[in-house]
Antibody, heavy 119, light 108 residues
Framework: QLQLQESGPGLVKPSETLSLTCTVS??????????WGWIRQPPGKGLEWIGS???????YYNPSLESRVTISVDKSKNQFSLKLTSVTAADTAVYYC???????????WGQGTLVTVSS | EIVVTQSPGTLSLSPGERATLSCRAS???????LAWYQQKPGQAPRLLIY???SRATGIPDRFSGSGSGTDFTLTISRLEPEDFAVYYC?????????FGQGTKVEIK
């Protein structure tokens, strides 16, 4: 059973870079059983898939964010990370790390972390 | 990009009633890779159904999923008080893995 913990700043200034990390326990980040992914939810709104990384190399991004997003893996720390550049107020959201098992949905979710973009 | 549309936006029902939620995709969903999630205020979503009709671990059998291609349904056979929440469907057959906008099931 996976356990996930997001970490990172809760406040980011406009035009700067949002950086979050998800620490994984219960399985190796090198496991090919999961797409390691991020999902966000603006306050009072629905879910938006941001992107995923598979097998430490193949990345899949939401086209609406692709020019600003990077998802990567740190095998030494059993973590995966999200970087979102040039943020605006529209990027204010609860960010979840949520790996998706092959052939299935996301059974495991982090607790979510609210990131507010404001000067 | 596959656009996923859920209906209705809000469903007002009483405990014990049957709930039928709809999810329609703009293109056929590969391998019927369609998931349903439940979300309560302040909580992360919970996976209910994957592969259109397979219940996730620990999900009560009053939750069932059906459908294929572009049309999918989540049925809650008899609503329990804890089932009043927002429900999302997501297709994960083709990237980007898109969500519907959600259906809120509220107490009538």
């Amino acid at each position: 059973q996976l356990q996930l913990q997001e970490s990172g700043p809760g406040l980011v200034k406009p035009s700067e870079t949002l950086s979050l990390t998800c620490t994984v326990s219960g399985d190796s980040i090198s496991s090919s059983n999961y797409y390691w992914g991020w999902i966000r939810q603006p306050p009072g709104k629905g879910l938006e898939w941001i992107g995923s990384i598979y097998n430490s190399g193949s990345t899949y991004y939401n086209p609406s964010l692709e020019s600003r997003v990077t998802i990567s893996v740190d095998k030494s720390k059993n973590q995966f990370s999200l970087k979102l550049t040039s943020v605006t107020a529209a990027d204010t959201a609860v960010y979840y790390c949520a790996p998706r098992e092959l052939g299935s949905g996301s059974s495991y979710w982090g607790q979510g972390t609210l990131v507010t973009v404001s000067s | 990009e596959i656009v996923v549309t859920q209906s209705p936006g809000t469903l007002s029902l009483s405990p014990g009633e049957r709930a039928t939620l709809s999810c329609r995709a703009s293109q056929s969903v590969s391998n019927n890779y369609l998931a349903w999630y439940q979300q309560k205020p302040g909580q992360a979503p919970r996976l209910l159904i994957y592969g259109a009709s397979s219940r996730a671990t620990g999900i009560p059998d009053r939750f069932s999923g059906s459908g294929s291609g572009t049309d999918f349904t989540l049925t809650i056979s008899r609503l329990e008080p804890e089932d009043f929440a927002v429900y999302y469907c997501q297709q994960y057959g083709r990237s980007p893995w898109t969500f519907g906008q959600g259906t809120k099931v509220e107490i009538k």
